[in-house]
């Protein structure tokens, strides 16, 4: 398994809508595997793989206490929302250290595919449900931030591109 570089906000690659996964082969598994390391290394709860740069429509959580129980999505869709929404603080691995209020469905139905290429559904709601729509975005070329102020987005692309020139000098 290996670390993967993630990419950070505004790089323009986190534009990239994903095509969906037709080949479910070792190679598929060695990713939602590398995905999964680099996610809990940030660490995180959520990472799609647009984040590093593949993009595929492949999505790894863990929204567990215990950092324990890997979920993989694999062709996500949306199938069902909730009419009552929730505001969450949202937080990004590919946004560090800025979190906002985003307003999302309380719960959603996902139908997604398994790393062997099987169907599965998932009812989700707290944390889950914030995560999968959030990583399902990345997905369709969207990062959180996009739901705040215009405003709010130029501060946090400044505060980005002033703490990236820091670590390069």
Partial sequence: MALLPILRYPDPRL??????????DDKLAKLTQDMAETMYAAPGVGLAATQVDVHKRV??????????????FINPEIIQTS???KSY???CLSVPGFYEAVERPATVKVRAQDVKGEFFEMECDELLAVCIQHEMDHLNGKVFVEYLSQLKQTRIKTKLKKREKEEQA
């Fill in 59 to 72: 999505i790894v959580i863990d929204v567990s206490e215990e950092s324990n129980k890997l979920m993989v």
């Fill in 83 to 85: 009419a009552e929404c």
């Fill in 89 to 91: 603080d949202e937080g």
């Fill in 15 to 24: 534009k990239k809508v994903a095509t969906p996964v037709t080949q479910f």
